[in-house]
């Protein structure tokens, strides 16, 4: 499956960036991990380079219905101004008006 993320400003509007430029094709079972800006010891598979530190983000997939609903996402907040990062901070995560997890 393709997958893509779109970035978001804190004022909401226009994608920040162009997904399907910076879209992984990802088999199943697995992981993609994608990036705002580099982090100092840290892998990323995608580097999205907007800086965003305040916003919002939208998964995009090209799979169908039955796949869409067994796709896991993360999110999570690091630091990237130490080599390891020191502080890591998990973020919520919502599916359709739902919030998962804690």
């Not at 509007?13 to 994608?34: C, H, I, K, P």
């Not at 130490?82 to 919520?92: A, G, T, Y």
């Amino acid at each position: 499956m393709l997958i893509g993320v779109e970035l978001f400003g804190l004022a909401g509007g226009a994608a920040l960036n162009d997904a399907s430029a910076t879209s992984l094709e990802v088999a199943s079972g697995g992981t993609v991990l994608f990036a705002t800006r580099l982090v100092f010891g840290f892998s990323f598979d995608v580097n999205l380079a907007t800086g965003v530190s305040k916003g919002s983000a939208r998964v995009l997939v090209t799979t169908s219905l039955k796949s869409v609903e067994r796709i896991l996402c993360d999110a999570f907040v690091i630091e990237n101004a130490n080599d390891p990062p020191v502080v890591m901070r998990d973020l919520k995560v919502i599916r359709r008006t739902a919030q998962q997890g804690d």
